[in-house]
């Protein structure tokens, strides 16, 4: 099969055209024909910072965690996939486990769901390493109907679908953004943009809560954006973050007797631990994205597998508007 390879980890490393072996199936997995798969912030970091890593995968390297395609083959012991379903699902690209920059892929079918019906592969692609986190952060943090959530990146991977969740839960959703353009994406969840640019924290919440503070905040940013976070919630409100590597001062959350929730969708993957619960999730995804409550957004600019350096390119130069997406 045809595969796009790493030899080497680092800014100015190349991808190069392989011919691997197509991979065998074995129990409780499936091979899938690749159809597309999405770059995630991940993804660039692996391959920039290579074994500083620990999730990084030994060289030479199948990238690639995302992805949507056919069932070619199942393995011993699975059950509801069949060779010819279309699924979708983030299982490879970490680790031992080779990623989705190849005609063909082997995944743990705990993993893996069927695809949304109404939406293309090149749009399921785009949506499980951020859809499965959007939605784990929302249920930890007990999001739910009637509250005020703040979503901080309401036009970034997770965040565009957070705020569609998060809408779709019955929640008053507010989201920021910078400039007219994300505005109006958000605006066109039925959220409220707010412009991080231009107004204080202080103002947005004395504006949209009488100065109480959000009963959720998503923090799809991180960071120094976490005090932020802090400054933005109610008293005992429920923060949740994708983002923090770093060290910070923890006493305005002391102090107001917030819940901190780290999301780290990835370590079912890392460590096979409870590797269904994504499966369910995808599937759960599924059956919202069928309802049209949620969609996927999708950056403009198109990739094939030859052009995976310029997707990543694309992702890391901050100027993709949704999801970068290439088509195997």
């Known amino acids: 099969m045809k595969a796009m390879v790493l030899n080497e980890y680092g800014v100015s490393s190349e991808f190069q055209v392989a011919d691997l072996p197509k991979p065998a199936v074995k129990a409780g997995h499936v091979v899938v024909r690749v159809a597309a798969t999405s770059v995630n912030t991940v993804d660039t970091m692996i391959r920039q910072m290579g074994k500083d890593l620990p999730l990084s995968p030994d060289l030479p390297a199948v990238l690639g965690m995302d992805f949507a395609g056919t069932v070619e083959a199942v393995g011993e012991g699975v059950t509801g996939f069949v060779p010819g379903d279309e699924v979708y699902g983030c299982a490879g690209g970490l680790a031992d486990l080779q990623g989705a920059l190849a005609e063909y892929m082997l995944a743990d079918a705990r993993l893996i769901a069927h695809k949304p019906k109404s939406i293309s592969m090149r749009e399921a692609a785009a949506l499980p390493l951020v859809g499965i986190t959007a939605y784990e952060g929302l249920q930890r943090a007990g999001a739910q109907a009637g509250q ?20 779709h839960l019955g929640a008053d959703v507010y989201a920021t953004c910078g400039g007219q353009k994300q505005a109006e ?4 969840y039925g959220a409220t943009a707010i412009d991080y640019k231009t107004e204080k924290v202080a103002d947005y919440v004395a504006k949209h809560t009488a100065g109480a503070g959000f009963d ?27 983002v923090s590597l770093l060290e910070l001062d923890l006493s305005p959350a002391h102090f107001k007797g917030l819940s901190l929730h780290v999301v780290f969708m990835l370590i079912p993957m890392l460590y096979t631990h409870k590797r269904e619960q994504h499966g369910a999730i995808l599937a759960k995804l599924a059956e919202i994205v069928d309802a ?15 052009e995976i350096g310029k997707a990543y390119a694309r992702l890391s130069s901050g100027q993709a508007i949704g999801k970068v997406v290439v088509e195997v």
């Open 148 to 167: 005020k959530v703040l979503v901080h990146g309401g036009t970034g991977g997770v965040g565009h679908l957070a705020v569609q969740l998060a809408k």
């Open 185 to 188: 994406i958000i605006q066109g």
């Open 216 to 242: 959720v905040v998503f923090d799809t940013v991180g960071g120094a954006n976490m005090s932020n976070s802090f400054e933005a919630a109610a008293l005992n409100a429920q923060v949740a973050t994708t």
């Open 292 to 306: 049209g409550a949620l969609k996927p957004l999708l950056d403009e600019t198109r990739f094939g597998l030859d």
